[in-house]
């Protein structure tokens, strides 16, 4: 987040980020689709928050604890966010 120099997109996403700690799957959030990012047990989700885009893994194994691990945020505008993603987990 040190790269998102707009204080509105920082607040924008920090709110973000603590309603995903309650609620991992808001109705606006849409599974990533795509063979790619679904190998080794990822299973990523996204969710848009003005111009950014949070892409997050969602880990429902446990009985009672779903645990959202935040992967990439970015532009939403182009497919960085998604070239991000490849390198880190591809």
Do not use: C
Not at 33 to 50: H, L
């Amino acid at each position: 987040m040190r790269d998102i120099g707009n204080r509105k997109h920082l607040g924008q996403i920090a709110r973000q980020l603590d309603a995903l700690s309650v609620n991992p799957r808001p109705q606006d959030a849409r599974p990533i689709q795509g063979e790619a990012y679904r190998v080794n047990g990822w299973n990523f989700f996204r969710v848009d928050v003005g111009e950014y885009r949070i892409v997050y893994d969602l880990d429902e194994s446990g009985q009672v604890l779903i645990i959202a691990t935040v992967t990439v945020i970015g532009r939403r505008n182009d497919d960085a966010v998604y070239r991000l993603l490849g390198r880190r987990h591809g």
